[in-house]
């Protein structure tokens, strides 16, 4: 399901307070973040009969939220702290890095 967003692409650039178009933020680094959101995303999928009904769907809600914002995050001083952060809090859940398979990330 392709991820929309229908607010304005801007954001208060920390040091100058001035908008910056988010556009503007190297996407790579927002790109990553997202595409390790999927990669929860699909892994807490997986273990879909482990938690209820209302925790996936909350669970669910937010990672998409943050997937819609993390173009913003990425401006803020401390927004990749903060992405990061969360990944770990998130990968505490569904465990992601525990897998065999999966890529040490640099």
């Known amino acids: 399901m392709p991820v929309t967003n229908s607010e304005p692409a801007c954001s208060r650039h920390p040091d100058s307070g001035r908008f910056v178009d988010v556009s503007a933020v190297p996407s790579v680094r927002s790109d990553f973040y997202r595409d390790e959101l999927r990669k929860h995303l699909q892994c807490l999928d997986q273990q879909r009969e482990h938690y209820s009904q209302k925790t996936m769907t ?44 999966r890529q040490p990330t640099h």
């Open 58 to 101: 909350d669970v669910e809600a937010a990672l998409r939220k943050l997937m819609r914002h993390v173009d913003r995050l990425c401006v803020d001083e401390h927004g990749d702290e903060m992405v990061s952060r969360l990944l770990r809090q998130i990968d505490g859940v569904t465990r992601l890095s525990a897998f065999p398979d």
